[in-house]
Nanobody
Framework: QVQLVESGGGLVQAGGSLRLSCPAS????????MGWFRQAPGKEREFVTS????????YYADSVKGRFTISRDVTKNTVYLQMNNLQPEDTAVYYC????????????????????WGQGTQVSVSS
């Protein structure tokens, strides 16, 4: 009933930038937070960043601080991920997620904290 569709992935050289978008559609729900996770080949899915929908408070993995920025457009029900200075280690499938659960900040960094997931978009960074 809630659909999340990521877009904006692609292939870039190291140092380049991409912006991912994730609009939410379908059934209206009380959104608490939205976030981004990523999964590289042979690795587990990991937290990238999240944003509280109402307050705009953001959380970032240490690996992307200073390079990635999460934002949201409330009128468009869309969350964005601006990725700058991309590095080969950023290569992964990036997943958009949303949750109505009012959980503590630590749980916003876990997959179990989210109710809805997109199908992912590939980001590839060459050296």
């Amino acid at each position: 009933q809630v659909q999340l569709v990521e877009s904006g992935g692609g292939l870039v050289q190291a140092g380049g930038s991409l912006r991912l978008s994730c609009p939410a559609s379908g059934r209206t729900f009380n959104r608490y937070a939205m976030g981004w996770f990523r999964q590289a080949p042979g690795k587990e899915r990991e937290f990238v960043t999240s944003i509280r929908w109402t307050t705009g408070v953001t959380y970032y993995a240490d690996s992307v601080k200073g390079r990635f920025t999460i934002s949201r457009d409330v009128t468009k029900n869309t969350v964005y991920l601006q990725m700058n200075n991309l590095q080969p280690e950023d290569t992964a499938v990036y997943y958009c997620a949303a949750t109505a659960l009012r959980i503590q900040p630590a749980d916003l960094r876990t997959m179990g904290g989210y109710d809805y997931w997109g199908q992912g978009t590939q980001v590839s960074v060459s050296s």
